[in-house]
């Protein structure tokens, strides 16, 4: 059973493209994360959305837009994309009334832009 | 702000030798530690977690503990195997509930078991 999944696992496309990557977990968890891995292995976050809402919202281009219809799914939709969107991108989901924050990550959509 | 600093890599030991990997935070309050590993071209796995000082997280062989006094959270295997090399990411999160948190993640250590 898959607990946090993502689509595509690789996606590879020409600069000013635009592209989408979704996620979805079955854990039940109100609260979902986008966080990027750049080619040094470095994880930052760039989303948190509970029950829909934005909540974290980190330096991020506004040619990324998160969206979540529901809160099982959270979408990631990139404009016009550059060279230096090329990363892994990790999706994870999380308890919000759990205090200790553990978080479940899915497997990662790798983004080649050429 | 929160910030993790990691051992740097790559480490390569040679199979049953002794791993550590170091770990020191910078955090206000308490926050919760983790020990998070990432196997070739998979996602993030939990490996072991602590919530409160002086509490050890274990798991697979693994045990690290929280340490207050020296803001540290180092990560020890006594016997590694061939399938222990991964990327290991030492991370934190403040302690709260009812608001979303994100994890703040060290640099990430490679680890190369040789047979």
């Known amino acids: 059973d898959t607990a946090v999944s993502q689509t595509p696992k690789y996606l590879v496309t020409q600069m000013g493209n635009d592209k989408s990557i979704k996620c979805e977990q079955n854990?039940?968890?109100?609260?979902m994360y986008w966080y990027k891995q750049d080619s040094k292995k470095f994880l930052k976050i760039m989303f948190s959305?509970?029950?829909?809402?934005?909540?974290i919202n980190e330096t991020v281009p506004n040619r990324f837009s998160p969206k979540s219809p529901d809160k099982a799914h959270l979408n990631l939709h990139i404009n016009s994309l550059e060279l230096g969107d090329s990363a892994v991108y990790f999706c994870?989901?999380?308890?919000?009334?759990?205090?200790?924050?553990?978080?479940?990550f899915g497997p990662g959509t790798r983004l080649t832009v050429l | 702000g929160d910030s993790v600093t990691q051992m740097e890599g790559p480490v390569t030991l040679s199979e049953e030798a002794f791993l550590t990997i170091n770990c020191t935070y910078t955090?206000?309050?308490?926050?919760?530690l983790f020990w998070y590993v990432q196997y070739p071209g998979e996602g993030l796995q939990l490996l072991l977690k602590?919530?409160?000082?002086?509490d050890k997280g274990s798991n697979k062989g693994f045990e690290a503990t929280y340490r207050k006094e020296t803001t540290s959270f180092h990560l020890e295997k006594g016997s590694v195997q061939v399938s222990d090399s991964a990327v290991y990411f030492c991370?934190?999160?403040?302690?709260?509930?009812?608001?979303?948190?994100?994890?703040?993640f060290g640099s990430g250590t490679q680890l190369t078991v040789l047979p």
């Open positions: 994870a989901s999380s308890d919000i009334e759990v205090p200790y924050n553990e978080q479940f």
């Open positions: 854990l039940g968890h109100d609260t």
């Open positions: 959305y509970n029950n829909k809402e934005l909540i």
């Open positions: 955090a206000t309050g308490y926050p919760s």
């Open positions: 602590a919530t409160k000082a002086d």
């Open positions: 991370a934190l999160s403040p302690i709260s509930s009812g608001s979303a948190r994100q994890l703040t």
